[in-house]
């Protein structure tokens, strides 16, 4: 098995919602196709661009803004530095100017086809960009979305990564590096982050930061928020009511009302296609931000602890990432919420001081009771069932941190590479309407949103 070269920054991505794979993803690849462009010399001169979806970004790629997302990576924008309010506005489907060096034309998401769900692409979810020329394809490039804003070109040499000086591809082997050199598991990732990227252990943390500080402002944003969200559920924001019940004086469980207020709330702000942090996906964007707050402001936990809480949260969805998916089009909602409330038990269970094996042991429990979750969006909004369900991830990730905290490591049975092995074996063998196709479950059963 390859060693895992994955950044930290490439894991939790700021970007506007509501999915990474659906949303991030594809302007990566419309930004990508940008670029290409720029390079090419045609004889002929194009008259339109075509956006093919196909897999779970055709069946559901209208509820996630996927149309929007490709023209504004085609427009030049890419995820950190794209407005919401530019992103919105594309839906109107009036033209705007795709404009390269010796290129220009009108592109609007109305040059979006929704292709084939069922399709023999090697990865389900698959965008082909063309230049044409009436019925002439000019030139294209086929792009996989393979889940978390992560994608593949085909025929793109990919960059190739800088080795990191601790290689692991799974936690056995994570766990030996820190036995055998004596270092604990934030040092490991730090310093593996510090050789992939070229920068230094302060602008690690700088940039861990500003990650944690996004993390807490979609929190905030969305304990502010009232209304509907965008689409045709009506839906309405839940965030603030929960926080105010919070503070009744007859409230059943204050932690536990404002844990879920913040699932609610950074999971609203993603649903609402506003600025959130891929954790390790958009749709489950919501809890590792509500243990982040519940950590920050309620326990007063250190941003120093944090910190290191957040590198060992990586380290546990880069493993998920490696051995499994953390795509909902790939192996359901327990990659992706299953995944996020390992990571976030991990990182409470991390900064609260805890040894590294109750660590891992709260990881497991969190995914091991997430296991066999399908993914079906109703309507193809990430809504149902995706905001409680990350409030649901993040009181689960708490629960599986106080049962760690307090056994006998000799009784815990499972380890984390177990339960991430039988994810992937889970995955596998899933009806692929329940991998983010709203072709079945709760998407059919509520057909009237
Ligand atoms: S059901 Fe889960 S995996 Fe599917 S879109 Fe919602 S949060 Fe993502």
Not at 120 to 138: H, Q, S
Not at 261 to 279: D, H, K, M, P
Not at 287 to 309: H, M, N, T, W
Request: net charge negative; hydrophobic share 40%.
């Amino acid at each position: 098995m390859t060693a895992i070269t994955t950044s930290v920054f490439e894991l939790f991505k700021i970007g506007p919602g509501p999915s990474s794979s659906h949303t991030i993803g594809p302007m990566k690849a419309g930004y990508n196709f940008h670029k290409s462009v720029a390079d090419l010399s045609l004889d002929i001169q194009p008259d339109n661009i075509e956006i093919r979806l196909y897999g779970s970004l055709s069946a559901t790629g209208k509820g996630h803004g996927t149309d929007r997302a490709v023209v504004a990576g085609l427009l030049g924008f890419k995820p950190d530095n794209v407005e919401c309010e530019f992103l919105d506005s594309l839906a109107d489907g009036a033209p705007r100017k795709f404009e390269s060096d010796k290129i220009s034309l009108p592109l609007s998401i109305k040059d979006v086809v929704y292709a084939e769900v069922e399709n023999d692409f090697p990865y389900a979810n698959t965008l082909l960009l063309r230049l044409r020329k009436g019925e002439e394809i000019l030139f294209e490039q086929e792009y996989y979305s393979i889940g978390g804003g992560f994608i593949k070109c085909k025929g793109q040499q990919e960059e190739i990564p800088r080795v990191p000086p601790h290689q692991y591809s799974n936690m056995v082997e994570l766990k030996a590096i820190l036995t055998d050199e004596g270092l604990r598991m934030h040092q490991v990732i730090v310093e593996n982050e510090q050789a992939l990227k070229g920068i230094s252990e302060t602008e690690v943390y700088d940039k861990l930061d500003t990650i944690l500080d996004t993390m807490k402002q979609a929190v905030m944003n969305g304990l502010a928020a009232e209304g509907t969200l965008p689409g045709p559920i009506g839906l309405h924001r839940k965030a603030k009511r929960l926080f105010e019940n919070s503070s009744q004086p007859n409230a059943a469980d204050k932690f536990l009302l404002r844990l879920n207020a913040y699932g609610f709330a950074a999971s609203e702000e993603n649903a609402a296609g506003r600025i959130v942090v891929t954790a390790p996906t958009s749709g489950s964007a919501g809890v590792i931000p509500a243990v982040v707050y519940a950590l920050e402001e309620e326990l007063k936990i250190s941003r120093e602890k944090i910190r290191e809480g957040m590198l060992v949260a990586a380290a546990l969805g880069f493993i998920a990432k490696h051995n499994a998916s953390i795509a909902g089009a790939e192996v359901g909602c327990q990659g992706e919420i299953g995944v996020a409330s390992a990571m976030a038990a991990g990182l409470i269970s991390y900064a609260c001081g805890h040894r590294f094996w109750r660590t891992e042991n709260a990881a497991e429990s969190a995914l091991e009771h997430h296991l066999g979750i399908t993914c079906d969006p109703v309507g193809g909004y990430v809504q149902i069932p995706c905001i409680e369900r990350n409030a649901m991830g993040a009181v689960r990730a708490y629960n599986a941190y106080l049962i760690a905290s307090v056994e006998n490591e000799k009784f815990h049975k499972v380890n984390y590479d177990e339960v991430v092995r039988a994810m992937a074996e889970t995955g596998k063998d899933m009806n692929n309407k329940y991998k983010e196709t709203s072709l079945g479950g709760l998407a059919v059963s509520v057909p009237n949103c």
